[in-house]
């Protein structure tokens, strides 16, 4: 869509700033009508934040791809009062001489195109229904913690627009905008309408008070939203508890206190001194405010002093703040400062959960709940790896969370935009990037495989052909790099390691977070030709992938190929010296000794290794303290590989309920570096729980037909709902004092249901749409998932 852009006539560019912030205000008269819609289009270079009548309704645009850029459509009437009414942006631009926000691409020119009807006949789009100035007061920082993002903000506020956001405002020294260049200054850049919903906006209330310092004035007052007063000349200070992580918009309310200053410090948790900021860290007891401390990046307000109780002088810091705990800091100078609020705005992709999933474990329902939290903190326009420090979309870690979405909820719009945004990055003939959108040039070899497991993910689930089929020619490309990266005693050699500052961009061979592999962050020992035995593993993975994803597309000979590829990998790595048979396990290269899990649990998902043997392996690996053990991050692979090797022992939530004896409330990225206290990856028994103690799973595109194939292992019973295009499945099994497990299913008729062979007790009916069935699950089974079918009333209920 071609759009009408406008800017400020004179715009000034702070040196000491990453970002600057220009605004925009528009007054007009409104009669009220009952049903009436006023759709603005709106969107910004890079960021915009709308207010109406001073109430924040809409922050966007979405993250721009490579070359995308996206609108938002607003319909304002909800928002707007007989009589006079005020529409406001922000807009925040970041340099491009700057790191500034790593996930946002740069625009040549600053830009904001609003456009639709307004009251009278009139058009947003004419530029003399505006007013704009740029912001003065405002400098955005890189910050030491958030060193991916520049939004920490330091303000002066005796410099600010008071009341800017309110009728009446005289914006007679503002400008009329004027017209702007086509940002972000590429004449190949198509503007499309927001793919996924805008970021809910839900208030969140405060928890309590973790510590205090200085005199007390009275903090209490703030959790029920009752305005405290700091007297003049004193420094006091109080840690305001969520009660969980979360994401949310802060703001401030405050009158009087003329030349204080304010500081925010939003924070994840109490830690010791960090070893090296922001990579390596002291945490214990998340909780602990006697011991620990809040280590994060402030944000600094100047009061003007302008506020009064009616109309009190508002700081709204531009963007989301990842929080468990506020440290709210006043130092007052000859006027006492009175706080007449502090509040969150909790944000997030409006993700609709219809999944759940219960047990006789206790902890389950912990692991559940956390999981969810954990999950939804990582999703806002992209899935994001650890939205406190970084706020970037990676391939790996999207892959996993990607695939706990799809367990969860039927919404995949977040799924497609993720698996879109990684086919147009990098390379068109070659390897994607490793994180995307984003100005980061960075390549990790292995994530581009882990694009082609989201993409099958997605297909299996969901079924949409029509989407899947293009990206068809970008799975070719990326498998082509790693053949032409085999030798011929059947590893994929991986490239040398490449430093961020290289002008190509870095190369990181990256695997996992681990102990042993700290130094090297995260790199296994590859030998002198760089052999990597768990890259060639998940290259033989993703080549069964690309044959199931081919198959339903419609291509059969490409089907062929990459199984034919995939077998001639798996036969060239086992003839090969990877595997070392006076440990019985596999090396991480073609030489030394065997170093970790991950090239066992690798072995098993390529099918390198099977049945009673592979079980052998890995219940091996996972009790051999000499070997490299599997980070959160990869624990998802472990417990998979140990499910379809029927090693369902090994299965441990151990690590979690670690963190949550530390009083975490949502997964640590890693146990290595203990950085981020939210990652999305370690939400596992998002998928595990329904796929494997459920034991559904699509077991063709779409949920065609679905495998209900549980593994009780100690539990009593467990019951939840799977989402599918279909409609939900519910699954309920219960184990009774003789040890039988009886389970019904009830799932639309849509779906043919394969239940495990040697069942007994089968029944099966039908009311309307929804079929159900009885069986017990046979008494011989290993907990192994057999994925064989039964016959239902004389037809085959298979693939």
Not at 495 to 509: L, S, V
Not at 734 to 753: F, K, N, Q, Y
Request: glycine content about 8%; overall charge negative; hydrophobic content about 40%.
């Amino acid at each position: 869509m071609d759009l009408p852009w406008l800017w400020l006539p004179h715009d000034p560019t702070d040196s000491g700033s990453v970002a600057r912030l220009a605004r925009f205000r528009s007054e007009f008269t409104w009669a009220g009508a009952s049903g009436a819609a006023l759709p603005l289009l709106i969107t910004a270079v890079h960021r915009y934040r709308l207010f109406v009548n001073g109430t924040l309704v809409a922050v966007g645009p979405l993250k721009p791809g490579p070359a995308d850029w996206f609108a938002d459509t607003v319909d304002v009437a909800p928002h707007l009062t007989t009589g006079g009414n005020v529409l406001a942006l922000e807009v925040l631009t970041y340099r491009e001489d700057v790191p500034g926000n790593a996930s946002l691409r740069r625009g040549a020119a600053p830009g904001l195109s609003v456009s639709g009807p307004l009251p009278g006949g009139a058009d947003a789009a004419d530029a003399l229904r505006w007013r704009c100035s740029p912001c003065p007061g405002r400098t955005f920082l890189q910050g030491v913690n958030t060193v991916f993002l520049g939004i920490q903000e330091r303000v002066d506020a005796t410099l600010e627009h008071h009341g800017w956001l309110d009728a009446g405002f005289d914006d007679r020294a503002w400008a009329v905008p004027v017209p702007a260049p086509r940002p972000p200054g590429d004449a190949a850049m198509c503007v499309l309408p927001r793919p996924v919903p805008p970021l809910a906006l839900e208030p969140c209330p405060w928890a309590g008070i973790a510590r205090t310092r200085g005199d007390d004035p009275g903090w209490e007052a703030l959790l029920g939203g009752r305005p405290v007063t700091v007297p003049a000349h004193r420094e006091v200070e109080v840690d305001l508890d969520v009660g969980v992580l979360t994401t949310a918009f802060v703001s401030a309310a405050m009158s009087g206190g003329a030349g204080a200053e304010l500081t925010l410090t939003a924070a994840e948790c109490y830690e010791g001194e960090p070893i090296d900021l922001p990579w390596l860290r002291r945490k214990g007891d998340r909780t602990d405010a006697r011991t620990g401390d809040l280590h994060a990046d402030p944000d600094h307000y100047r009061v003007a002093g302008h506020g009064s109780p009616d109309a009190p002088e508002l700081w709204r810091p531009f963007w989301f703040r990842t929080v468990r705990y506020l440290r709210v800091r006043v130092t007052t100078g000859d006027e006492p400062l009175t706080l007449r609020g502090v509040m969150l705005t909790r944000t997030g992709y409006p993700l609709e959960v219809t999944g759940s999933f219960r047990s006789s474990s206790p902890l389950h329902a912990r692991l559940w709940e956390t999981s969810l939290r954990t999950l939804r903190n990582c999703m806002h326009d992209t899935f994001e790896d650890c939205p406190f420090y970084e706020q970037l979309q990676y391939a790996m870690d999207t892959r996993s969370q990607a695939l706990f979405s799809l367990h969860i909820s039927s919404d995949d719009r977040l799924v497609r935009r993720a698996i879109s945004d990684f086919a147009a990055s990098g390379h068109p003939e070659g390897l994607t990037r490793s994180n995307a959108p984003g100005i980061i040039p960075q390549v990790i070899p292995g994530f581009s495989l882990f694009w082609v497991f989201m993409l099958a993910d997605h297909l299996d689930h969901v079924g949409d052909r029509s989407f899947t089929r293009p990206f068809l020619p970008r799975v070719h490309a990326i498998l082509s790099v790693f053949d032409a990266a085999l030798t011929e005693d059947g590893f994929v050699l991986s490239p040398p390691d490449r430093p961020d500052t290289h002008p190509d961009g870095e190369i990181w061979n990256f695997v996992d977070w681990t102990d042993a592999w700290r130094a090297s962050r995260g790199v296994p020992e590859l030998g002198e030709r760089r052999a990597n035995t768990i890259l060639t593993f998940q290259y033989a993975t993703a080549l069964r992938s690309a044959e199931r994803i081919a198959d339903a597309c419609g291509e059969p000979g490409a089907s062929a190929e990459y199984r034919a590829r995939a077998e001639d990998v798996i036969a060239r790595i086992n003839a090969s010296s990877a595997w070392d048979p006076s440990t019985g396990y596999y090396r991480d290269s073609d030489s030394g000794v065997p170093m970790s899990q991950h090239a066992q649990v690798w072995a098993v998902l390529a099918g390198a290794i099977s049945g009673p043997a592979a079980r052998d392996l890995l219940c091996r690996a996972v009790g051999d303290a000499t070997l490299t053990r599997c980070s959160y991050a990869m624990s998802h692979s472990l417990f998979d590989a140990a499910r379809i090797a029927g090693a369902h022992e090994v299965v441990d939530w151990t690590p979690w309920q670690e963190m949550l004896e530390l009083n975490l409330t949502t997964w640590a990225e890693d146990a290595v570096s203990h950085r981020s206290d939210c990652h999305g990856w370690g939400s596992v028994p998002l998928q595990h729980f329904p796929r494997w103690v459920l034991g559904v799973s699509p077991l063709s595109p779409g949920f065609a037909s679905a495998g209900v194939d549980p593994v009780p292992g100690d539990l009593r019973f467990a019951e939840g709902v799977v989402p599918t295009p279909h409609g939900s499945i519910a699954v309920r099994w219960e184990r009774d004092g003789a040890g039988t497990v009886r389970v019904r299913v009830d799932a639309p008729t849509s779906i043919d249901l394969v239940i495990p062979e040697g069942s007994t007790g089968v029944s099966w009916s039908q009311r309307d749409d929804v079929q159900s069935m009885d069986f017990e699950l046979p008494h011989h089974r290993d907990g192994s998932p057999s994925g064989d079918r039964i016959e239902r009333d004389g037809e085959a209920a298979g693939r």
